[in-house]
């Protein structure tokens, strides 16, 4: 894959690092962000995992909320993990009262849905888009509750008690994972997202 497509990763907390690991090993030209003028560049961006409450926070303090709103109503496709997911969804269950998002999916999430961190996990799941089961780890993983009409689930929890459970979606150019792929060594879900980014760029 071409270099010159540049994929930003939100740089003010969770797993920067491993994201940028992730997407120079797809072949994109991968920068953190953590002011409104480094967005001008990029053809995509990723919102990694963290806590969520706290990175909207910082993302109001940076400066970048309105920014980023705006990119994303204009396009810019958009991955979230974990957190992330959260960052982009429309709605969020058992949020704090002041809790603000980025939105953009018409999703309804569940934080901490999986439980606390003691009650993280792995699993394997099968992603639409992907070629075979994706070892998926789970960290105060968030899950959604619903999806609007414009929403395409690629995957869902399979078996124990949260079997059905959806942690994988798209909509236009965002895509959304309650896991955490940056950890895992298998790249085939950043592969995906650069696909998105190269489609429309």
């Not at 109503?73 to 993990?81: E, M, N």
């Not at 809790?99 to 953009?104: A, D, H, P, S």
């Not at 995957?155 to 309650?178: D, F, H, K, N, Y």
């Not at 085939?188 to 997202?193: E, P």
Request: glycine share 12%; with cysteine.
């Amino acid at each position: 894959m071409s270099t010159s497509t540049t994929i930003g990763v939100l740089a003010v907390q969770g797993d920067v690092r491993e994201h940028l690991h992730a997407l120079q090993a797809c072949g994109a030209h991968a920068v953190p962000v953590r002011r409104p003028e480094e967005l001008a560049p990029l053809h995509g961006l990723v919102v990694p995992g963290g806590e969520s409450t706290t990175m909207d926070k910082l993302v109001r303090a940076f400066g970048l909320q309105e920014p980023l709103r705006e990119r994303i109503a204009d396009g810019l496709p958009v991955y979230g993990s974990c957190a992330g997911m959260i960052m982009l969804a429309d709605r969020v269950l058992d949020g704090r009262p002041d809790q603000q998002t980025l939105g953009g999916l018409d999703i309804t999430v569940r934080r901490n849905a999986f439980g606390r961190q003691v009650d993280s996990f792995e699993g394997e799941v099968h992603v639409e888009g992907l070629d075979a089961p994706y070892h998926a780890v789970f960290i105060r993983a968030p899950w959604v509750e619903e999806t609007g009409p414009g929403v395409r689930v690629l995957s869902r929890v399979e078996g124990g008690p949260a079997a059905g459970r959806i942690v994988a979606v798209t909509q236009g150019a965002l895509l959304a994972t309650s896991f955490h792929p940056e950890v895992t060594g298998d790249t085939r879900v950043h592969r995906l997202f650069v696909q998105i980014v190269r489609s429309r760029s």
